[in-house]
């Protein structure tokens, strides 16, 4: 937390600060360094923290009835669900099938190639201002026999829309569809962010979005879901994903729920977000749009727009240089600026999707007039 200490930190999508019960436990040197499959004490130890976290999970989302997988993050978690659908389908010798959104994460949107490779038919459906249509997803699905799966994103990284999960559970019992849900940006940053719909079939997770440690996450997996598990191995975590268990980044997401679940405030995050979002309208409403304004629903702490035929590598230059950590769309393209997928979904031009600021608040205390008083002397002077 030190090292952020002199910014104005607007960039929780990307990475959450490390919470304090983690940044604690860090600093006691406590290293649980045994094997988590040794059966000796020091073995003990480390699968204690996995069977503690496991256990944290569940109760935390009401998912008893659920498997939990831990992996790298949400980008290997999509890749083994998806290819572990694929090869699932290839065994029972069904023909199979892959859909996604047009605003869905780049790791989902880009598997197109390997679901091809694998004889499988990839769909990107269309959104409407950032939602979706349930009777055309289910007749796009309807159309093809065999397998398949569809991805939902339930808070979007970008603009933070919010899907309705009873309207992807209808879609589901409507079409027979395998479903995996996204909930990178669910913890902390939606009301009731840990009710979780019970009758869909996977839910990923990753630890750096709500301050545990970067390089871990998790994944629920519904005891119905028929798949083969991508990572094959020695037959780690009911052979879900094979490989020495990382039990010492795993106790970090037990202790980075148990934070969120005690200290995150969705009514105070929200009204810190409507008041930076009403200023950023009242004064640069001509010059701005934002992106995703219409949806049903939004989460408590993103606020996404363009600056219309402003240059963007300007702006965000300004920006770091008065100390403001904000970003220009997702943070999964290299440091490249080019037009935002989730902008282009909302029909804006390559230029105007290009020139987008996304500004991600801590669902934790943030005071709105220090973030204003910030942002006023350089937003003023390069959007007027």
Not at 113 to 132: K, Q, S
Not at 133 to 160: C, H, M, P, S, W
Not at 177 to 184: I, Q, Y
Request: hydrophobic share 40%.
């Amino acid at each position: 937390m030190k090292l952020i200490n002199n910014y104005l930190y607007l960039d929780y999508n990307a990475t959450a600060p490390l919470v304090k019960p983690v940044q604690d436990w860090l600093c006691e040197g406590a290293v649980y360094f045994g094997n988590p499959a040794s059966i000796h004490q020091v073995g003990k130890k480390s699968k204690s923290l996995i069977n503690q976290t496991i256990k944290k999970i569940q109760d935390t989302f009401n998912a008893t009835k659920y498997d939990v997988f831990f992996h790298s993050g949400a980008t290997e978690a999509i890749n083994s669900v998806v290819k572990g659908f694929c090869f699932n389908a290839l065994k029972a010798k069904e023909s199979f099938h892959v859909f996604c959104f047009d605003v869905d994460h780049s790791s989902m949107v880009n598997q197109k190639e390997h679901v091809e490779l694998l004889g499988g038919t990839f769909h990107v459906l269309r959104t409407h201002e950032g939602d979706f249509d349930r009777q055309e997803v289910v007749d796009a699905l309807n159309e093809f026999k065999g397998e398949k799966l569809i991805n939902f994103t339930y808070v979007n990284n970008e603009n933070g829309v919010v899907w309705d999960l009873d309207e992807v559970l209808k879609v589901k019992e409507e079409t027979g569809a395998c479903v995996h849900v996204d909930c990178v940006q669910v913890v902390g940053k939606i009301k009731n962010w840990n009710q979780i719909n019970l009758g869909l079939d996977y839910y990923t997770f990753s630890g750096h979005k709500f301050g545990a440690l970067k390089g871990v996450g998790f994944t629920l997996v519904s005891k119905e879901a028929s798949w083969t598990p991508l990572i094959r191995g020695g037959g780690q975590q009911k052979a879900m994903r094979s490989g020495t268990e990382n039990a010492f980044s795993v106790h970090t997401i037990n202790l980075a729920l148990d934070y969120n679940l005690s200290h995150s405030n969705i009514e105070r995050a929200q009204g810190v977000k409507d008041e930076i979002e009403n200023w950023l309208i009242k004064n640069f409403g001509q010059k701005i749009t934002i992106i995703g304004a219409k949806a049903k629903m939004r989460n408590a702490t993103t606020i996404f727009f363009s600056v219309h035929d402003k240059n963007i590598n300007t702006v965000m230059m300004a920006l770091d240089m008065a100390g403001i950590c904000a970003s220009s769309g997702s943070a999964c393209a290299s440091g490249i600026i080019k037009p935002s997928r989730i902008a282009k979904a909302y029909g804006l031009s390559d230029q105007a999707a290009t020139n987008v600021i996304r500004f991600s608040l801590s669902p934790f205390s943030q005071e709105v007039e220090s973030i204003i008083s910030k942002l006023d002397p350089v937003l003023s002077k390069f959007l007027s």
